[in-house]
């Protein structure tokens, strides 16, 4: 079943590129944009992630974190994360206990891949509460910026 606003966020602790354990319950008191992405290195996800470290000063400006999650391994993400200059936590769904408890996993993916995170923004305020959620079936979409932007204007 699908979240939606106003539910509380599932909590989550995955690690990061840097091989820190995180959790979303960590960042209580402050605003969290939660991104999945399919796959590092492709063309649509690279788009995504670019336009949000070009836009950092301004999520910050929000008090918001964000965190992206993907099924690939820590040390894929790391390798993405250094040449495309990320500054936010990647973060590795690889068993995909995140991307199924926030329902944004693919059953098939392109090329016979199974089990591959869904495009999805979901924007969490400071007590958990899920205040904005965009999950897309087509993953050449990008979520709705503009939306995840609002919201976290109307939190602040």
Known sequence: ???????????????????????????????????FFPLAFTGVCTTELCSMRDDIAYYSGLDAQILAISVDSLFTLEKFKEEQKLNFPLLSDFNKEASNAYDALYEDFVLGMKGVSKRS????????????????????????????????????
Request: avoid cysteine; proline fraction near 3%; glycine fraction near 6%.
């Open 121 to 156: 923004a979901f924007v969490i305020d400071k007590e958990g509460t899920i205040r904005y959620a965009e999950v897309l079936d087509n993953a050449g979409e990008l979520p709705n910026f503009d939306a995840v932007k609002d919201t976290l204007n109307s939190l602040s």
């Open 1 to 35: 079943m699908a979240l939606k606003v106003g539910d509380q966020a599932p909590d989550f602790k995955l690690y990061d590129s840097d091989k820190k354990e995180v959790a979303l319950s960590d960042y209580r008191g402050k605003n969290v944009v939660v991104l």
